[in-house]
């Protein structure tokens, strides 16, 4: 496996790996089988500020015929792109993000690299994205980027237009869920940081044999960075959904801006708001959470104080 030598806390290599998933489908097999793999952009539309989301497409030829995508709920993919995409014109679609078209300007400028941007060779340069909305027959997937103004992906990114080639490798990840084993989950998530959460949401209330009960507490910035609003509105209509949002910054009145069946709360979600929602504190309710570390601190030191133990809480590093 890569590395690139800088000792960066969300290091794939200190992760558990997974042998390649064989699927129940037919003799279909899983795309992923410890290669990096050859995706299409099939589209990309701006969600937020910095925030995209991209459609990507399995390119295998004839071959894929027998193969599906299948990547566990909250697992990752590592996607690696060729470092000199640097020297590509941005797609104006990020025109509006702060790009560096000139590489020695970008490399005068940027202080410290991104924690999860690695430099896999000289020309290469891999970060981790949970997939969303997966089409395992189609083998589609998409992914929520958030740009950031030094992050080696993020310059890249924005040189991507519809058709160009990426690859991606993986699944990743340590979530293990067996349906039914708890009553309740509750799930914690930050901004970019709902996609693992929502991922594993829809994987339980698609299972019609899945009676476990989902209460999701999403927080963002304001009303206007909420992301993935119409689906967690869809995904009320199941009986064993919740969603309480939480806009830490908003500062105008949302009366208006909140939508038919939607619980917006104006505010960081505190202590006290987390022991009202939590009702259920027994072994039969688990927790997960996915932030910041600031974030994910915050909300563990809550349910500790609850009296949660540590093996209901799973933290998505």
Same mark, same amino acid.
């Given at each position: 496996?890569e590395?690139?030598?800088?000792g960066?806390?969300?290091?794939?290599l200190?992760?558990?790996?997974?042998?390649? @998933?064989?699927? #129940?489908?037919?003799? /279909?097999?899983?795309? +992923? /089988?410890?290669?990096?793999?050859?995706?299409?952009?099939?589209?990309i %539309?701006?969600?937020?500020?910095?925030v995209y989301?991209?459609? =990507?497409?399995?390119?295998? !030829?004839e071959? /894929?015929?027998n193969?599906?995508?299948?990547?566990?709920?909250?697992?990752?993919?590592?996607?690696?792109?060729?470092?000199?995409?640097i020297?590509?014109?941005?797609?104006?679609i990020?025109?509006? +993000?702060?790009?560096?078209?000139?590489?020695?300007?970008?490399?005068?400028?940027?202080? *410290?690299?991104?924690?999860?941007?690695?430099? &896999?060779?000289?020309?290469?340069?891999s970060?981790?994205? &949970?997939?969303?909305? @997966?089409?395992?027959?189609?083998?589609?997937?998409?992914?929520?980027?958030?740009?950031?103004?030094?992050?080696?992906?993020s310059?890249?990114?924005? %040189?991507?237009?519809?058709?160009? =080639?990426?690859?991606?490798?993986?699944?990743?990840?340590?979530? &293990?869920?067996?349906?039914n084993?708890?009553?309740?989950?509750?799930? +914690?998530?930050?901004?970019?940081?709902?996609?693992?959460?929502?991922?594993?949401?829809?994987?339980?209330?698609?299972?019609?044999?899945?009676?476990?009960?989902?209460?999701?507490?999403?927080?963002?910035?304001?009303?206007?960075?909420?992301?993935?609003?119409d689906?967690?509105?869809?995904?009320?209509?199941f009986?064993?959904?919740? *969603? #309480?949002?939480?806009?830490?910054?908003?500062?105008?009145?949302?009366?208006?801006?909140?939508?038919? !069946?939607?619980?917006?709360?104006?505010?960081?979600?505190?202590?006290?708001?987390i022991?009202?929602?939590?009702?259920?504190?027994?072994?039969?309710?688990y927790?997960l959470?996915?932030?910041?570390?600031? +974030?994910?601190?915050?909300i563990?030191?809550?349910l500790k104080?609850l009296?949660?133990?540590?093996?209901?809480? =799973?933290? =998505? %590093?």
């Amino acid at each position: 496996e890569e590395c690139c030598g800088s000792g960066c806390n969300n290091c794939v290599l200190d992760r558990k790996f997974t042998k390649p @998933i064989v699927t #129940s489908v037919g003799n /279909s097999i899983n795309i +992923f /089988s410890g290669n990096y793999e050859k995706f299409s952009i099939e589209c990309i %539309k701006k969600v937020a500020t910095s925030v995209y989301c991209i459609e =990507f497409r399995y390119k295998g !030829g004839e071959s /894929s015929r027998n193969l599906v995508l299948n990547v566990p709920p909250g697992w990752y993919l590592q996607l690696r792109c060729d470092a000199n995409l640097i020297l590509k014109q941005t797609n104006p679609i990020f025109n509006d +993000f702060t790009t560096f078209d000139d590489p020695k300007e970008f490399l005068a400028q940027a202080k *410290v690299q991104e924690k999860n941007d690695k430099d &896999t060779s000289k020309d290469l340069i891999s970060r981790p994205y &949970t997939p969303i909305n @997966i089409n395992a027959e189609n083998c589609t997937f998409d992914i929520l980027i958030k740009l950031e103004k030094f992050g080696k992906m993020s310059q890249l990114v924005t %040189k991507l237009n519809v058709g160009d =080639f990426v690859e991606f490798k993986g699944p990743y990840g340590e979530l &293990t869920y067996t349906p039914n084993t708890y009553k309740h989950v509750y799930l +914690f998530s930050h901004g970019v940081a709902i996609a693992p959460i929502y991922s594993f949401i829809n994987n339980v209330v698609k299972n019609e044999s899945d009676e476990t009960f989902l209460q999701l507490i999403a927080c963002y910035r304001n009303i206007n960075e909420i992301l993935l609003r119409d689906e967690m509105k869809d995904l009320q209509q199941f009986w064993n959904f919740k *969603v #309480s949002i939480f806009v830490a910054y908003e500062t105008s009145e949302i009366g208006n801006q909140v939508k038919l !069946g939607e619980n917006i709360v104006k505010g960081k979600v505190g202590e006290k708001d987390i022991e009202t929602i939590v009702k259920f504190r027994n072994k039969t309710s688990y927790f997960l959470i996915c932030g910041t570390e600031n +974030f994910t601190q915050h909300i563990f030191s809550s349910l500790k104080s609850l009296d949660i133990d540590n093996e209901h809480i =799973f933290v =998505f %590093k």
